[in-house]
């Protein structure tokens, strides 16, 4: 499966077993139409094994969340599998976690998804299992969470406490020997202390490895976000989704005093097998009923501002579009490492305002470069990543592989 597919289950009782080369811990929270839990009851992990038709164990594949679909209440709409990792300060860079949906009861393989191209993410929504014309499917999900297993579960109602602040000791009559510091607890293990209730509360973090901090995933609550090259933000406001109309503005300067360099900015619709819909471009400035316009060509990056402006009408992307890829092309030939300045932006189309730059550095002696992506995310918010990777491409024709294997 790829990210936004679905296939129809044709058992009953499903188990979902994501599985990776590192320890995982695997959850299900039962979700209702509005897409929040009915109580902390819908959120099933290994300290709370057990839910309303929806169970956790353990197999020698790893963690393992069973749907059985004839049990679910009438009220829940989907199931939603996670996972999150185990070592406090990891990240699933250089991970291929895979969940895997067999026949609960005859073990036969009904899916298999590996979520592509993970990187600061802590815990993911893997897949989910969900109701649709009177029977079950399952969708292929992959949306990665910087803040772990918590910011999953506080995303989908579940009350998560913060832990207390321990009392001060009192003091000793003599100074005493110096203390070795406790143990790290690892993250996203929840099991409160013995004889107490069973809040879902995090335990405190261990201290942050040392380096440079992991760029994670941001929004727009800030104001303008500078991206740095495979950095996220999420097109939400103060809790909502962006659903207006925003402009990519891309840009560029000649290197060279007096060489003009006729750069084409374009824009190419993906579904959710990664299959091209439509490409906007100069020869083509409308598509999609209009939801993405292209301002024209320019041919030589002279002038101040933006070279060539997109216009996307979020809310008006049809839903079997669910990636965006805006890529540029020397259609004369000449290399990007002759290029300066190289820059792509998000503006509010009402009020001007940026939104989102990304400034383009290190360029290579090639034709084309994938500027940034947009990726509906299954809960209908955008999402917009910097990717500023260069393939040989004079042509949007050219870009349309590469730039699906970037999504």
Do not use: C
């Given at each position: 499966m790829t990210p936004g597919s679905n296939l129809p289950l044709t058992a009953a009782r499903v188990a979902v077993t994501v599985t990776a080369p590192v320890r995982l811990d695997v959850s299900g929270l039962l979700l209702t139409a509005g897409g929040k839990v009915r109580s902390d009851d819908d959120f099933v992990f290994y300290n709370q094994p057990a839910g309303a038709g929806?169970?956790?164990?353990?197999?020698?594949?790893?963690d393992t969340i069973?749907?059985?679909?004839?049990?679910?209440?009438?009220?829940?709409?989907?199931?939603?599998?996670?996972?999150?990792?185990?070592?406090?300060?990891?990240?699933?860079?250089?991970?291929?976690?895979?969940?895997?949906?067999?026949?609960?009861?005859?073990?036969?393989?009904?899916?298999?998804?590996?979520?592509?191209?993970l990187g600061a993410e802590t815990a993911l929504?893997?897949?989910?299992?969900?109701?649709?014309?009177?029977?079950?499917?399952?969708?292929?999900?992959?949306?990665?969470?910087?803040?772990?297993?918590?910011?999953?579960?506080?995303?989908?109602?579940?009350?998560?406490?913060?832990?207390?602040?321990?009392?001060?000791?009192?003091?000793?009559?003599?100074?005493?020997?110096?203390?070795?510091?406790?143990?790290?607890?690892?993250?996203?293990?929840?099991?409160?202390?013995a004889g107490a209730p069973a809040p879902l509360a995090p335990p405190p973090q261990a201290p942050a490895p040392a380096g440079p901090p992991a760029t994670g995933k941001v929004?727009?609550?800030?104001?303008?976000?500078?991206?740095?090259?495979?950095?996220?933000?999420?097109?939400?406001?103060?809790?909502?989704?962006?659903?207006?109309?925003?402009?990519?503005?891309?840009?560029?300067?000649?290197?060279?005093?007096?060489?003009?360099?006729?750069?084409?900015?374009?824009?190419?619709?993906?579904?959710?097998?990664?299959?091209?819909?439509?490409?906007c471009y100069f020869g083509k400035l409308r598509i999609l009923d209009a939801a993405i316009q292209h301002s024209g060509d320019n041919l030589t990056g002279d002038g101040a501002g933006d070279d060539e402006v997109i216009t996307v009408h979020l809310g008006g992307i049809p839903p079997e579009v669910t990636g965006l890829v805006f890529t540029v092309n020397s259609f004369s030939g000449q290399k990007f490492s002759d290029v300066a300045k190289a820059y792509c932006r998000l503006t509010d189309a009402q009020t001007g305002e940026e939104l989102?730059?990304?400034?383009?550095?290190?360029?290579?002696p090639r034709t084309g470069v994938m500027m940034a992506k947009l990726i509906r995310q299954y809960s209908g918010e955008w999402e917009m990543t910097a990717l500023g990777s260069f393939v040989d491409a004079r042509t949007v024709r050219g870009m349309v592989k590469p730039a699906a294997a970037a999504l």
């Open positions: 929806v169970s956790h164990g353990t197999t020698p594949a790893g069973t749907v059985d679909t004839a049990a679910v209440p009438a009220d829940i709409d989907k199931v939603v599998i996670t996972a999150s990792l185990d070592a406090p300060g990891a990240t699933f860079a250089g991970t291929e976690p895979t969940g895997t949906v067999r026949d609960a009861d005859g073990g036969a393989v009904l899916a298999a998804f590996t979520p592509p191209q929504v893997v897949v989910e299992v969900y109701r649709r014309g009177g029977g079950w499917k399952v969708r292929a999900v992959g949306q990665g969470y910087a803040d772990g297993l918590a910011g999953i579960a506080t995303d989908f109602g579940v009350s998560v406490e913060e832990p207390a602040t321990p009392a001060a000791p009192a003091a000793p009559p003599a100074p005493p020997a110096p203390q070795a510091p406790p143990a790290p607890v690892p993250q996203d293990q929840w099991a409160p202390p929004n727009l609550d800030k104001g303008r976000v500078s991206l740095q090259k495979n950095q996220t933000v999420s097109l939400v406001k103060d809790g909502r989704p962006l659903l207006s109309t925003v402009r990519m503005g891309l840009g560029w300067e000649p290197a060279r005093r007096g060489r003009s360099i006729d750069l084409d900015a374009s824009v190419i619709a993906y579904g959710p097998d990664r299959g091209k819909v439509d490409s989102v730059r990304f400034d383009l550095t290190g360029a290579e």
